[in-house]
Every structure is written in structure tokens, then in C-alpha cells.
């Protein structure tokens, strides 16, 4: 309320209050001529003294007002007197929150469109100026006063609320100095944009003076957000310092939207028309951006706005790229895990069929000596069914899903006995410089599993140097401090034996490195590679406990680097002569065999093979029937040889079975594949040993004759 406005109230209370004073002047007068008339006026008398009653009343309330109208004008008038000339902004209001009065720093914050009020000034630093306004103003009926500290721009603002009579609020807005980071959230939000137009002082803070975002142009490049201001046909109109940043771009124009990202599934230009109209609004994207030649994928969420003629949509912009990398491994774990198991069921029944074929291919080459005509034709046969063996084991080394027999392996040792067969693997064009330290420690390794993993690598360094060039093959023993995160594995501390194959050839795209250990992936022509040398190596290294990284880039030759945990030498064992071995052996072989195979074919094959050599061989489909078999007291057995996965009882389970009342009887187990929980029962169950599918006739014969000897 303005002072006119306050002595205009307090003319019309003055007003008032000579009328109550007539009014009850004239009452009086009623009441002293009440008097002189007879006992019959009493009721006049009666009611007239109430009208008096209600006229002092009257008069009285009058009076209240006139005094807090005229404390009112003077609070407001001092109020005025101390504050014009004071350059902090000062806005009065009454108990309403109706703005009375800004002082001049007040006024001068903005251009503002019309008379300023108190929203448009606390709106200048709070997005939600009603909310924090009805905040202080609870605050401020306990205690009188309420306070509030707001981050705007560079300036720190502190907003203070007094009450100074009933129905006079004071508020005052004090510059505190710098922004403070991580300040109390106010629970509103902050602005910073000055209203209107800012005329010739949209450059400078309202509160400092300094130069800062209180423009819109400014603010905008002061947010760390990201975002776009874009067209509905997909040309940029404006885009922040951040987004500018985190597009790699200069301050020039920007190129249409539809030209910076790609990879939605419908066109981009579809997608702003849609926004455009209304629909999809506030649902983040994410997209792939083409933008500088960058690997970088943007979550954006779009709105829209009116400005103009037509809609404007304020796209904001995350980078996504680590959630999509994320992603990626998520979905890459899950396809590996789903991949080993796929491989390792195949691989389980594949051997089963290539041992019935190389057991019969066996059988038959019993019969035909290398004169016969159809001899080559079995030996095809024999060498294809090996070739296939060597690629189901790749994928069970993939699967980590096969049967190691680790031992202490020298690393130099190992290298120089396998340097003949690298430096023909590599051929004439090709260099092999091997450069192996003096090792103290050993790893813990199948032998020929590594060999395999060595040759893989050192092949593959062949194929990318077609015109030659140098393979590098290093060998260090190091010491991880601290763990070391590579990729998406992390190396934890230890000593460690470590290998470096390294090649100067085609090197790998970043696009595909992260998949060259997945089975069946490949670079090659078809027919030149199976996409499997990789993964093998990749399975037979983590079976080990070991780690490989890849390090690549195109034309810049390719780094495989290998971590095996290292080990003490194992002290040397006592040598135990051996028994001299009779020259003289009978062909034919005795004892009675439990044989115990679901699969028909390998079944009839491993009987066939035992019984030419002598053994009597008793058949069972499964482990329920071995065991109804072995009920039979009567029944001598010598050695079950038993699959280890079969419907019902699995090897070892009905062998645990059988082995109570049958204690001492030897064991050969057979499969395309060792789980890891079966393995580790095989292990604990006595006189047994391992027979791995697929095998052949001689290796059958063998084991069994061992196991009785």
C-alpha cells in the first residue's frame, strides 16, 4: 500500500468516526427526553440505550483502525526514509503478501514489463519464488523473522523476511559474496536469467554489478547440462558451452541434428515431428552420434517450448556412453555364458558320435592292411574325425568345460622345445625373435594346452603380416602392487609370469576388439579361419586362472599379453627305478568289465574293442540298471567303465553306490566333458581314472589294461 493509499484509509476512518459521535450525541438527547415522559416510554428508554451500547462499540473499533492505519503510514513512511537511498533491494508488503513499496535498487534489478511486484523480484533468483515466499512467511510467525541462502550464478544471495508490524513484511535481498559449491538445496530451484529485457544490463549481475549469467546467453553456458535448442525440421538453433563441449564442435554453426545422430530405429526428422506435435515429449533416446568421428552415444530428452511462429524443442543431452558400455558387457556376459553352455552340451554329444565313428573306422582298419583298396578311404575317414575332435576341444576350451591336467611348466623351458614347430607354423616371410628372461618361478598349466594357446597367438600374428615382418615373443616374470583393471578384468596382486606376442601387421579395428574372443569371430576370409583360435586360447587362459588382454590398432600391429600366476619351483621328486617289464605279453587280456554307456553306438563299439582283446564285457544302458545288475552276489566284476553323464544316476553317483558292498573295484570314467562339480566327485572316488570322448580303440584298450594290471 502506498502512503496516499494509507491516508485516503485513514480519512475515511476520521470520517466515521465523527458520524459514531453524532449518532451517539443524538441518542443521548433520546435518552434525556425518555426521561420527562411518563412510565410508558420505559421501552423507549430500553431501546435506546442499546443503540448507545452498539454506537460506543462502534466507536471504539473505529478508533483501532485509524490507530493502525496511521502506524501503518508511519512505519511506512520511515521505512522509506531509511531505505530509498540504500543500494540493497528492499520490497515491502502487507500481511497478504501484496507488494506495497520496492525501493529504487529494487526496481533497478530488471526492465521489468510492468509495476514490479514481489514475485518478479524473488523470481529472479528462485524458479519457484511463490513456494519459497510462503516458506519464509511460516517461518516468520514464530519468530519474527526467516532467512533463505540462494546460489545464483557466481553470487551467493541471502533473502531475509522481518516482520515489522502486523501487517508490514519487509525483504531484503544481500549480496553473501561467491557461490558457494554444494550449498543447502533450498528445495525450490534456482534462476539466474533476468526478467524482460534487461536493457543494456543484461551483462551484469543485479546484485554484484559484476559481469556474469543474470542474460539468458550466459545462464545458459553457466549450466552443466547439456542442451539444444532445435527446430522441428532439425536445424540447431543455439546450442550451450556444454553441449558444444561434449559435441567437440567450435562456436560456428552447427550442422541439422538428423546429421549428429543416428542408430534410433526410425528417422530422426520422424522423431522431432512427433515432438513437435506434443508426442514422446520428456522420454530420453538414446542415439549414437556421428559427431567429430567419435565413439559416443547421447541420452536425449526433448520439450518444447513457444517461441515464435512455430515450436521450439529444447533438446537435453546426456553422455551415455559408459551406460552403453555397460550395456554392452552385460549383454556380452550373458551371450559368452550362453555361448559356453551351448558349446559345451554340443561338444558333449558331438563326441559322443565321433567316437562311435572313429571307434568303428577302428574296428574296420583291423581288417584291411594298407594294401587293401579301401584302407585310404578308412584313413580319410580316421583323419577327418580327428580334425573334428581338435574343433569340439576348441570349443570345451572356450567353454572351460574340459579336462586339464596341470603341472609345473618351466616357461623356457616349455618355449625353446616348442621354438622347431613356431618357426615352421610362421614360414619363410615371417621373423620370430624370442626373447625369454631367466625365470626364477614356474606356472600351473596343462602342457599341451598352453603349447596350443602359444601357437594360436603366434599364428594369428602370421595371418595379419601377409607381406612378412617380425613376431615378437617376450617373457617376463612381474609383480602386481596394486590390482590392476584392464578391460573388464581386474588383475589382483601377486607375482606373475608374463607372455607378449606382438606383431606389426594389420592390427584390429576398436570396433572389433572387443570381439575377437568371441567363438566363430572372425576377420578372415571364409574358408581361411574358423574364429575359434582366439576364443580357444581366451578359455584355456582363464581355465588356467590366468588373464589376456589385447592391445590393437589399425595398421599399428597387435599386443596379446598373457598373466599366469607364478609359483615356487616344486622341489625335486626321488627318482624310483623302475620294474623291468616282461618282453613277453599275452594277446589276449582277462578280467570281467561293467560296461555303462546310454549312448547305443559307443556303447557297442567300446564292447566290441574289449572284447576282442579277452575281457568279458557285461552291458548296462544306465546307471539305474549297472546297478540291478550288481545286486547279483554271484556276479564278479573287475572294473566298471561308466559315462559320466547319462539320464538318472550320473557316473559317479551309482559307482558311490555300487563301491559299498564292491570296495575295491577300479573305475574308468569317459566323457565328452567334466563338469565341474562331477569332476570333483570323480576325483574323490578311489582307483579311478579319466577317459576323454572321443577315443579310440588302441586308448580304450590301453586304460582298461592299466586299470586291471
Not at 523480484?121 to 533463505?148: H, K, N, W, Y
Not at 574358408?527 to 575359434?532: A, C, N, Q, R, S
Not at 596379446?560 to 616282461?582: E, W
Not at 557285461?618 to 573287475?638: F, P, Q, T, W
Request: proline share 6%; aromatic share 4%.
Amino acid at each position: 500500500m502506498s502512503v496516499p493509499e494509507a491516508l485516503r484509509g485513514a480519512s475515511w476512518a476520521l470520517r466515521g468516526l465523527r458520524y459514531s459521535v453524532l449518532a451517539a450525541a443524538g441518542l443521548g438527547v433520546v435518552i434525556l427526553a425518555a426521561a420527562l415522559l411518563p412510565r410508558d416510554g420505559v421501552v423507549l428508554v430500553s431501546t435506546a440505550g442499546g443503540l448507545a451500547g452498539l454506537a460506543a462499540l462502534a466507536l471504539l473499533k473505529s478508533a483501532r483502525r485509524v490507530r493502525e492505519k496511521l502506524r501503518s503510514v508511519g512505519a511506512i513512511a520511515r521505512l522509506r526514509a531509511t531505505l530509498a537511498a540504500d543500494d540493497v533491494p528492499h520490497v515491502t508488503t502487507n500481511g497478504d503478501g501484496r507488494t506495497l513499496w520496492l525501493n529504487a535498487a529494487a526496481r533497478s534489478l530488471a526492465d521489468f514489463p510492468s509495476g514490479p511486484v514481489l514475485a518478479d523480484v524473488i523470481g529472479l533468483f528462485a524458479v519457484s519464488p511463490q513456494a519459497l515466499t510462503d516458506e519464509l512467511f511460516r517461518r516468520s510467525e514464530g519468530e519474527g523473522s526467516a532467512l533463505r541462502d540462494l546460489d545464483s550464478g557466481d553470487a551467493s544471495v541471502r533473502l531475509r523476511l522481518r516482520r515489522m508490524a502486523p501487517n508490514l513484511l519487509l525483504w531484503r535481498v544481500e549480496t553473501l559474496g561467491p557461490a558457494h559449491a554444494g550449498g543447502e538445496d533450498d528445495g525450490v530451484g534456482l534462476a539466474v536469467a533476468g526478467h524482460g529485457s534487461n536493457k543494456g544490463k543484461a551483462d551484469r549481475n543485479p546484485i554484484t554489478g559484476d559481469a556474469s549469467p543474470a542474460n539468458t546467453r550466459a545462464f545458459e553456458d553457466a549450466l552443466p547440462v547439456a542442451m539444444l535448442k532445435i527446430l522441428p525440421d532439425g536445424q540447431i538453433r543455439d546450442a550451450n558451452k556444454e553441449a558444444r563441449r561434449l559435441l567437440r564442435t567450435d562456436d560456428g554453426p552447427l550442422p541439422p541434428i538428423y546429421e549428429l545422430a543416428e542408430g534410433m530405429g526410425r528417422p530422426i526428422t520422424e522423431w522431432l515431428a512427433d515432438a513437435a506435435e506434443g508426442h514422446g515429449l520428456m522420454k530420453p533416446e538414446v542415439v549414437r552420434s556421428s559427431a567429430a568421428g567419435q565413439d559416443l552415444f547421447l541420452q536425449i530428452t526433448l520439450g518444447r517450448i513457444s517461441d515464435g511462429p512455430e515450436p521450439l524443442l529444447i533438446a537435453v543431452l546426456h553422455d551415455a556412453t559408459e551406460l552403453k558400455s555397460l550395456e554392452a558387457q552385460f549383454v556380452q556376459s550373458q551371450k559368452m555364458q550362453a555361448i559356453g553352455q551351448l558349446a559345451g552340451g554340443v561338444a558333449h554329444d558331438f563326441n559322443n558320435l565321433l567316437t562311435a565313428i572313429s571307434g568303428h573306422c577302428d574296428l574296420l582298419l583291423l581288417r584291411h592292411d594298407e594294401g587293401d583298396p579301401d584302407y585310404g578311404d578308412l584313413m580319410q575317414i580316421a583323419q577327418n574325425a580327428n580334425r573334428a575332435a581338435g574343433l569340439v576341444g576348441q570349443l570345451l576350451a572356450f567353454s572351460r568345460k574340459q579336462t586339464l591336467r596341470p603341472q609345473a611348466i618351466d616357461i623356457r623351458d616349455t618355449l625353446s622345445d616348442l621354438t622347431h614347430l613356431l618357426n615352421r607354423l610362421v614360414g619363410e616371410k615371417v621373423t620370430l625373435d624370442l626373447n625369454i628372461a631367466q625365470c626364477g618361478k614356474v606356472i600351473r598349466a596343462d602342457r599341451r594346452q598352453f603349447e596350443q594357446v602359444i601357437m594360436n597367438l603366434v599364428v594369428n600374428a602370421r595371418d595379419a603380416m601377409p607381406d612378412g615382418g617380425r613376431i615378437g615373443l617376450a617373457v617376463t616374470e612381474e609383480r602386481v602392487e596394486a590390482p590392476l583393471k584392464r578391460d573388464r578384468a581386474s588383475v589382483p596382486p601377486g607375482d606373475y609370469v608374463v607372455i607378449r606376442v606382438s606383431d606389426s601387421g594389420v592390427g584390429i579395428h576398436h570396433d572389433a576388439l572387443p570381439k575377437i574372443f568371441e567363438p566363430f569371430y572372425t576377420t578372415k576370409k571364409t574358408g581361411e579361419g574358423t574364429g575359434l583360435g582366439l576364443s580357444t586360447a581366451y578359455g584355456i587362459v582363464k581355465q588356467t586362472g590366468g588373464f589376456v588382454f589385447a592391445e590393437s590398432a589399425p595398421d599399428q600391429g597387435t599386443t596379446f599379453t598373457l598373466y599366469f600366476p607364478a609359483r615356487d619351483r616344486p622341489a625335486a621328486a626321488p627318482s624310483i627305478p623302475k620294474k623291468p617289464v616282461s618282453a613277453r605279453r599275452s594277446p589276449k587280456e582277462d578280467g570281467v568289465v561293467l560296461l555303462v554307456e546310454d549312448e547305443a553306438p559307443v556303447r557297442a563299439f567300446a564292447s566290441r574293442a574289449l572284447r576282442m582283446r579277452g575281457y568279458t564285457v557285461i552291458e548296462a544302458e544306465h546307471g539305474e540298471d549297472a546297478l540291478n545288475k550288481l545286486s547279483d552276489d554271484e556276479l564278479r566284476v573287475d572294473l566298471f567303465v561308466t559315462d559320466v553323464i547319462m539320464p538318472g544316476l550320473d557316473g559317479p553317483s551309482w559307482v558311490r553306490k555300487a563301491l559299498d558292498t564292491r570296495p575295491d573295484t577300479r573305475v574308468v570314467f569317459m566323457s565328452g566333458y567334466t563338469e565341474e562339480g562331477l569332476a570333483e566327485n570323480q576325483s574323490r572316488i578311489p582307483h579311478s581314472v579319466f577317459l576323454p570322448k572321443p577315443f579310440s580303440l588302441a586308448e580304450l584298450t590301453s586304460v582298461v589294461h592299466r586299470q586291471l594290471a
